[in-house]
């Protein structure tokens, strides 16, 4: 049976994808506070602004591409079970070529009724405005977590993290809960590395490359190889 590799990633991993992250920039996202974009009473405040937002972080995705990091990730899948968890809502993950991923916060090619969750449209990196209904009739939304509501994939993403024979983090602050958690259903003997060139987050036991993702990741895959598993 192949070993199971999950990933934990966030911002960081897609940052060298020329898309920033959101510690890194003082707390505003795109020069915007978070909680004028992604929050659902911002959505109830000014709809227009909150879809702008999301329209130009789409049309920014059509333009950037995955990087080593993404295609490292992807690799892997020659040779172990691979599930990648992450936090973003950009498809990099997918166009580098990973099979299996959980968006734990949604995802901007998917747009959502905002009377039905269960209703989800894809649409790539089409912009969604004012008008744009389901088939309700309700207005459009992104397809996104806003602070305050719930993480639909937490527990299928628990579960994958609990069947996990390593686990890497790479890319995140780890500052946002329920996701943050996540590390904690690991089994006690799995080992953890954490690939971030900052200050990474806390994770007891866990091994840490102080690099960037596209460096860090090809590093950590190496000496994976290297183990033979
Ligand atoms: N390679 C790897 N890590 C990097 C790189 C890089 N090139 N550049 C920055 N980082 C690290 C930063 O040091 C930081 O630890 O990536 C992390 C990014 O952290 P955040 O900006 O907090 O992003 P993230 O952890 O994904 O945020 C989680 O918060 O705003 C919400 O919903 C949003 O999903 C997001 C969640």
Redesign the pocket.
Known sequence: MKDHIVVLS????S??SGLS????SGGL?ENYS?FDV?TPEAFRRDPALVLRFYNDRRCQLAEVEPNA?HRALAELEKDFRVTIVT???DDLHERAGSSKVVH??GELTQARSSRLDDLIYPIGYKPIELGDTCELGSQLRPHV?W?GEQVPMLEAAAGVVASADHLLV???????YP?AGLVDFADPDVPITV???????RVNRATVIRK???E?VSEWVARLRGQGR
Do not use: C, M, Y
């Open positions: 966030g911002a960081g991993v940052a060298e992250t959101f510690r890194d996202w978070v992604a990091a936090q973003n809502v734990l916060h977590v602070f790479v890319g995140t602050s780890l500052q946002v996701a690939i971030d060139p900052g200050e990474p987050a960037k993702a596209s860090g």
